[in-house]
Structure formats: C-alpha cells, structure tokens
C-alpha cells in the first residue's frame, strides 16, 4: 500500500467508521444487500413446482383438479392419458393417446399460465439463465464501476433492476419472460458497486466490520422472502411486492455519495476534499486542514516492463501452481453448486417449504461468525477440511432419513448450510493466498468463473429427484468430502505473507525460502 494511501486511510480513520454519515450509508446500502439475495432466488418460489394432470374433456367438466375416477397420486405429470370408461367411471388401461390438454393444481402458478406442462425443462432455465446473465453482470457492471464511479454504476444497476423485474412480472409468454429475467441479473444487478463502495467509504480496518454487517442484511433479505411469498401467493404480485421497493435507489442519485477512494483515484482530488469536509461536518469531527492540503492519492500503480500474459503463463508452467488451481476449481465449483442447490432444493424437502427456506437461510448469520472465530484460532486449512468432511456426511445421511422424521431432515439440511456458508467464506480468502501477487486477481476471478458453472449447475438439480428423491442432496454430500480431501494436499496459508511471486508461492508450506524475485529474469 502506497503512503498517500495510507494518509487517506488516516483520514477516513478521523471521520470514524459509524458516525452519522457512514450510518445513513449503510442504510441505503442496506436497502440493496437486502433486496438484492431476494432477486438472485426468487425463481424458486416464483417458479414453483406444481401437479398437472392430462384434461379428459368428457370428463372434466368443472375445471377441478381432483378427479373421482383417479387413484389419488396417479396420472401425475403424465404426457399420456387412458381413455375413461363409460360415465367416468374409471379408464381403459388398455391403451394410451396423447394428452393436448392439461389441468394443474395451482391453476395461477407459473407453469400454468404459461403451458409448460410436460416440458420439465423450462422452469429450471430460468435459474440457469439469471446465473448466466449474472456471469455477464459482473464483467459488466466492473467496467462501469470502474470507469464511471460507484454511485453511478449502483443508481443505474439499481433502477433498471427494478424497472426490469416489474416489467417481467407482466411478461406475455416464457421466453419473454426468460428474456427479461437475463437481461435482469445482467445490467441489473447493484450489488457489485455497492459492495466496493461499502469497503471504500470506511478505513480498512473497519472494512471487515462494516460488510459482516452488510452481509447480515443480504441474510435478512433471503429469511423474510419465503415469507412474502407465502402472504402473496400469486407469482405476478410476488414479483411486484419485492421489486418495487428498489425504484427508491433512482433518488440515491440526490443522497448517496461517491466514493473518496474512487475520486481520487481518478485524480479527483478536489471533489474528494469536498466531501471529506462534508463527511466530517455530518460527523461533528475535525480533520487536519494541513493533511488535507497534502493529499495526493492518485492511483498510480507501478509499472512494470512484465506484460501479464507472460506473468500468467508463468503461474501456469509451475507444476504446484497447477495443482492448486484444479484444487481451487473443485473448491469453487462445490461450494456454488452447494448453496444455489440447497437453496432450491430446501423448497422441495418435507414439511412446509417456507419455513425451511427461512430457517435454512437463518443459519448463515451464525456461520458468518463462526467464520471468523474459527479462522483465527484454527488458521485456514483445518476449519475448511472439518466444513467440507462433516458438512459432506450430513448431506449424504439426510435422503436416508425416515420419512416420518421430517423435522430430522431438516435439521441435518440447516446444519449443512451452516458448514457450507462457512466452506465458501473459507475458500474465498484462501484462494487469494495461494498466488502470486502478479496473477493473484487473475487465478481468483478464473477460478470463480469456473465456480458459476456450479450456479448454472444448481437449478436442474432438481430434475434428478425424478431418478431418486434423495439424488441432489447425494451429490452435494459426495462434492463436498471430494473437496475435503483434496483440501488435505493444499499448504498452510495463515502464519505467512502473501507471496509476490511463483517462487515465493511455491514456498509457502516448505522449510526452505527461494531466492527473491530471481525467477522475473528471463521473462522479457
């Protein structure tokens, strides 16, 4: 970290991290972190799973679902029908025809409205096609970010969020809808810019502070969802209730300041000043005028005369980086298939699925202290095998529950959320460790790309539940103790500096220390 950083870090210190204007920030962030876990998974209860059955027109005459000349369960989800009997007094298991019509038991759902009966695949797509968009957001939204400020990146994601999840809430047809929903999680998504503004607008040292807190109201938002879709049902106006409340953020335009660390990185020196006094003003604090007068912080990174795709490449050619990059792409890919599957599938397990939604989020304000308890006392690599091997023999055990111990099954399924929250806080600084500082954001962002492969993964889980109802949860267990074991080959991070190098990377978990920065000879 350079000094002038340092001297603005000393600054935002004096302005305090939970004085007035830092409060009423997080108030706005809040809004975004809280409604923004509601779009990433509101297909599965948008979306829901419903009955349908063949429509036998000389039968049917009442549009009920329930059908006398049936045995309760049969002909559910069939493409095919019996002919009925004289008087529908029963059918001709004889022969099939073809069903052209079907009735459902949830006659407003999604899958009704729009016809999909026997095409099991389309409801899935539309989480794979937000994850996809997702994919494409963040790439998007980085650049924006990056190039336009924070405040301008989050009003605009924001707003058109809002403006595209309403207006796919009076979408004609599926693909309209399918259309909407990734341009959605494409440009719609402020949580990216929110989140580096939430680490910029406090010191460093709070940094951590602030986002657990922040992180709590994204776990908040997935807890009270369940519960808005239970008090409305109907997914038109399921989708309404939770979009509508993000039209808001259009005025943060008025109310939300940038970034100081973004202004002056764009050598925005001046309106950085401004609002530094302003910040301070609101906060009844004093800040060194002199200090101020002596600001300069333009990001000025040095240059190097290593072009990054050599740099990349060198990562590449070492034999251990390798390794740890096929660990890191099993870690990645578990712990997103993980938790976007149990998300969806804790909608499916017995009992009343709101409720188990809700509870199953609940269980990630605990992980996310147990987080950092563990991680202090125990380091990295122990704590992450521990979540992964535990957490694995949970999921496996929960198919074989009995059924008539629902609560049981539950229980196992919410202590591995719990492990799995854990795993993915685990594996996300512990990649940032394994590699050099030239590629270390290159190695993090690859690897997290290969893990959104998991999300897309996630929503036809539930498809093998046609297989076995105990399928998804068996895979997730399997994953998740594949993961553990190959932890057992990954080097302790936690006592050693973040290395520079391939060399010094290399090193990390052996006795003997490389020479320094000798392997940059030769790269030119």
Request: proline share 6%.
């Given at each position: 970290m350079s000094e002038d950083k340092v001297q603005l870090d000393s600054v935002l210190a004096t302005l305090g991290a939970f004085g007035r204007h830092q409060l009423i920030t997080m108030c706005m962030l809040a809004l975004v972190y809280a409604t923004n876990s509601m779009y990433n998974v509101n297909y599965v209860f948008a979306v829901e799973d419903v009955n349908y059955r063949c429509r036998i027109p000389e039968c049917d005459t009442t549009g009920s679902f329930e059908a006398?000349?049936?045995?309760?369960?049969?002909?559910?989800?069939?493409?095919?029908?019996?002919?009925?009997?004289?008087?529908?007094?029963?059918?001709?298991?004889?022969?099939?025809?073809?069903?052209?019509?079907?009735?459902?038991?949830?006659?407003?759902?999604?899958?009704?409205?729009?016809?999909?009966?026997?095409?099991?695949?389309?409801?899935?797509?539309?989480?794979?096609?937000?994850?996809?968009?997702?994919?494409?957001?963040?790439?998007?939204?980085?650049?924006?970010?990056?190039?336009?400020?924070?405040?301008?990146?989050?009003?605009?994601?924001?707003?058109?969020?809002?403006?595209?999840?309403?207006?796919?809430?009076?979408?004609?047809?599926?693909?309209?809808?399918?259309?909407?929903?990734?341009?959605?999680?494409?440009i719609g998504d402020a949580l990216s810019p929110m989140f580096m503004l939430s680490i910029e607008i406090v010191e460093k040292r709070r940094a951590v502070l602030f986002q657990m807190i922040l992180l709590n109201c994204y776990t908040g938002g997935l807890i009270i969802m369940p519960f808005i879709a239970w008090a409305v049902p109907y997914w038109r106006h399921f989708l309404r209730v939770i979009y509508a409340p993000t039209l808001i953020i259009l005025t943060y335009s008025f109310y939300l300041d940038e970034s100081i660390r973004w202004l002056f990185s764009k050598g925005e020196k001046q309106k950085g000043i401004k609002l530094i006094e302003k910040i301070a003003k609101r906060n009844k604090v004093k800040v060194d005028k002199i200090l101020l007068t002596k600001l300069d912080y333009i990001d000025e990174e040095k240059s190097t005369k290593y072009s990054d795709r050599k740099l990349l490449m060198k990562t590449f050619k070492s034999r251990i980086m390798m390794q740890r990059f096929l660990v890191c792409m099993v870690w990645w890919l578990t712990i997103t298939l993980i938790n976007y599957g149990m998300m969806i599938s804790s909608v499916l397990i017995d009992g009343n699925k709101y409720i188990n939604f809700a509870l199953l989020m609940l269980m990630d304000i605990p992980a996310n202290v147990f987080y950092w308890l563990a991680l202090s006392k125990y380091k990295r690599k122990l704590p992450l095998i521990a979540s992964f091997i535990v957490g694995g023999f949970f999921c496996i055990s929960q198919p074989f529950m009995p059924k008539g111990y629902a609560w049981l099954g539950l229980l196992l399924f919410m202590a591995f959320e719990t492990l799995a929250t854990f795993s993915y806080n685990i594996v996300y600084m512990y990649t940032s460790e394994l590699f050099p500082t030239y590629t270390r954001n290159s190695m993090h962002a690859i690897c997290s790309a290969i893990g959104r492969v998991g999300s897309l993964l996630a929503p036809q889980t539930p498809l093998l539940m046609a297989y076995w109802s105990g399928l998804p949860a068996l895979i997730f267990g399997l994953s998740s103790l594949l993961s553990g074991a190959l932890t057992l080959f990954m080097p302790e991070t936690a006592s050693t500096q973040l290395p520079d190098t391939v060399l010094e990377a290399e090193a990390i978990g052996l006795k003997k220390a490389p020479p320094l920065r000798e392997e940059l000879k030769g790269l030119t």
């Open positions: 006398p000349w049936l045995t309760p369960g049969e002909d559910m989800k069939q493409c095919h029908r019996y002919p009925p009997l004289d008087h529908c007094n029963g059918v001709n298991t004889s022969t099939s025809e073809v069903c052209t019509e079907w009735l459902y038991d949830v006659p407003d759902s999604f899958v009704a409205e729009f016809g999909l009966a026997c095409e099991d695949w389309k409801p899935p797509l539309v989480g794979t096609v937000h994850s996809f968009g997702a994919m494409l957001g963040l790439l998007i939204q980085g650049q924006i970010s990056d190039r336009f400020g924070r405040k301008t990146a989050a009003v605009f994601a924001g707003t058109m969020g809002a403006v595209l999840g309403i207006t796919k809430s009076f979408a004609t047809s599926f693909w309209v809808y399918i259309t909407l929903e990734g341009l959605e999680a494409a």
